[in-house]
């Protein structure tokens, strides 16, 4: 399962999205797909896992948060 990084400053697990390189990297890179899994991380001990959605300047649909 991939992972990828919002900074502690962005995480707000009521609108978990990801942005500038992190996006580029699940969209135009790994090729995701909406529905796949993934979890979100802000390197300071909170983890999300989630499921992609289909336009990624949105939140995520939300699956089980944890720190």
């Not at 995480?11 to 993934?38: C, F, I, Q, T, Y």
């Not at 909170?46 to 990624?56: D, E, N, P, T, V």
Request: proline share 4%; net charge positive.
């Amino acid at each position: 399962m991939h992972r990828f990084y919002i900074s502690p400053e962005n995480w707000n697990p009521a609108a978990l999205a990801l942005s500038g390189s992190e996006a580029h990297h699940a969209r135009d890179v790994l090729r995701m797909k909406a529905g796949e899994k993934l979890v979100l991380f802000d390197g300071q001990g909170q983890h999300c896992r989630c499921s992609a959605g289909l336009f990624w300047d949105r939140p995520f649909q939300k699956g089980k948060t944890w720190s």
